[in-house]
Nanobody
């Protein structure tokens, strides 16, 4: 059974930094994309950053130049380094893996970690 466990969220002042981690346990036949999404109260969940299996990355325009996604395959971990945080970055951040198995494509989600940025 695949599990994604996020950590690293918390309360930080505007301009501060946080690093989120997401550790995967269990086996996925093929990992296509690892990413971070966020959902603020009353808002839809949105993609923040993603790293494709070949190593290329995508970022939401709102976080470009401030956030960096990376992965450590040996540790089955994906990170999100968040710098120059703004109050509008406040949300629950979710780790996501888009994988594939014998039954076809599948999305895996973590439980979420709260990030709160105070002004």
């Amino acid at each position: 059974q695949v599990q994604l466990v996020e950590s690293g969220g918390g309360l930080v002042q505007a301009g501060g930094s946080l690093r989120l981690s997401c550790v995967k346990s269990g086996s996925i036949f093929r990992v296509n994309v690892m990413g971070w999404y966020r959902q603020a109260p009353g808002e839809q969940r949105e993609l923040v950053a993603a790293i494709i299996s070949g190593g290329s990355t995508n970022y939401a325009d709102s976080v470009k130049g401030r956030f960096t996604i990376s992965r450590d395959n040996a540790k089955n971990t994906v990170y999100l380094q968040m710098n120059s945080l703004k109050p509008e970055d406040t949300a629950v951040y979710y780790c996501n893996i888009k994988g594939a198995g014998v039954a076809g494509p599948r999305d895996y989600w973590g439980q979420g970690t709260q990030v709160t940025v105070s002004s």
